[in-house]
């Protein structure tokens, strides 16, 4: 079997994205909800007595705990722009909570100084860990199986506010929000938009300095441990501890909105509407706006439901990030495959098949191709639409032109090119 690779530009189609159901183990029945009453449009709020009532999970400890934060910045040492502190809304200078320290040969300047971090804590600063779905497991499981779900990019923030502190003004954010309470209570006071759906082009800064400007809240209300909270984006809010310390999660839902699948589109349409390609004219002449319109009309008119799909599939697949690889596991699995060794697809990586010629297929991958044999098609059809466990011997069961010895030689390319993980320890 000869097997060649190549370089390419990344591919569109998803496999190995597993969702699981991060929204119930929220909202528990009420996540049912989220689509049709609340996305994008209104607050859901959903005790931790309500979830358990319904036999789901008391608290968000599995996912995080105020003991993670203490790690993150000391054994751990999170390095900046990881973390950082916030007081009254103003974010401190890094030299009060950074320190210095040598790694080999090189100089770091921003680890964390826990004496700094300790003191400004106790002076009234909230603690803000920063995309921590990049650098604590289960919080990138956790995303990675929302962002399945919901077909949008997530992340995490997490916030850690000492007693009687507020960390940021009112405020909107740019983009939805999951709050989780993980230790602690914290005050949350929500008011309606005033800017419906704002754009990061819209911050809360340009509301003036006043955006509540005297209304009534909405949601006025003490989030406890194991509450969970939805605010669509553009809801004000602020939050206040009290006597208690308070450690929450901040998942941002980073929304692909129709204006972005506008803009994926309209970067093609010179390529469907010769009128579009034309250069604009030379300065002094006039501008043929209505032509213009017309043009664009005429192209956004013609522009098909499958196209849509297509862009609006290639922005979901996307969402979901390849889940990261064991570099030692991953060659010990190669190394040691036999016929009954458990595989996985690799969750979130994004590939698809196509035919080159008559006699090879190839397996696009989001940096390069990797070419096999057209008869083995059968067989990488099977691996690649396969959720679950996969081995040499359900391959070759599957697709029986192949014997085990050759599904074995597959099943290790894949495992070398990194589409297969061993499934040992896999959720």
């Known amino acids: ?15 190995g994205a597993v969702p699981g159901q991060p929204l119930a183990r929220c909202f528990g029945s009420a996540a049912a909800d989220l689509p049709t009453a609340h996305w994008n449009t209104a607050p859901l709020l959903v005790r931790a007595g309500e979830r358990v009532a319904q036999g789901g999970r008391a608290d968000f400890d599995d996912l995080f705990s105020a003991a993670a934060v203490d790690e993150l910045l000391g054994p751990r040492a999170l390095r900046t722009p990881f973390f950082t502190l916030v007081k009254d809304g103003v974010g401190l200078p890094r030299s009060t909570f950074t320190r210095r320290a040598v790694a080999g040969n090189q100089q770091l300047s921003d680890l964390p100084d826990s004496d700094g971090i300790a003191r400004a804590f106790a002076d009234g600063a909230t603690i803000v860990l920063q995309a921590l779905h990049r650098t604590h497991p289960p919080l990138a499981d956790f995303c990675r199986d929302l962002a399945a779900e919901l077909g949008h990019q997530c992340q995490v923030n997490v916030y850690v506010t000492p007693p009687g502190a507020q960390g940021f ?64 984006r553009g809801w004000l809010h602020s939050a206040r501890t009290a006597d208690d310390r308070s450690v929450h999660l901040t998942v941002g839902l980073l929304a692909t909105t129709w204006a972005d699948v506008l803009g994926d589109a309209v970067a093609s349409a ?13 300065p002094g002449d006039a501008l043929d706006v209505e032509g213009f319109r017309a043009a664009a009309a005429r192209w956004l008119a013609g522009l098909d439901d499958a196209a849509v799909r297509r862009l609006v599939e290639r922005r979901r697949a996307g969402a979901v990030p390849a889940e990261p690889v064991g570099p030692l596991a991953q060659d010990a699995t190669a190394r040691a495959l036999a016929a009954d060794t458990p595989l996985r697809r690799r969750r979130g990586l994004r590939v698809r098949l196509e035919a080159s010629g008559a006699e090879r297929v190839e397996l696009v991958l989001p940096d390069r191709r990797v070419s096999f044999p057209a ?53």
């Open 375 to 427: 008869w083995v098609r059968p067989a990488l059809e099977h691996v690649v639409g396969e959720a679950g466990q996969t081995s040499a011997s359900l391959v070759a069961a599957a697709a029986p032109a192949l014997d085990e010895g050759d599904a074995l030689v597959l099943l290790r390319r894949l495992v070398r090119e990194h589409v297969l993980l061993p499934a040992a320890g896999a959720r």
């Open 270 to 282: 010179g390529h469907d509407d010769v009128a579009l390609r034309h250069a604009l004219p030379l």
């Open 169 to 232: 003004k009112p405020h909107h954010d740019t983009h939805d929000v999951l709050v989780l309470q993980v230790a602690g209570r914290k005050h949350w006071t929500i008011h309606p938009p005033v800017v419906e759906l704002p754009l990061k082009s819209q911050p809360t800064t340009q509301l003036g300095p006043d955006p509540v400007a005297g209304r009534a809240p909405v949601i006025d209300t003490v989030l406890e441990p194991g509450d969970a909270l939805y605010l669509p």
């Open 1 to 15: 079997m000869t097997l060649t690779s190549s370089r390419t530009a990344p591919a569109d189609d998803v496999a």
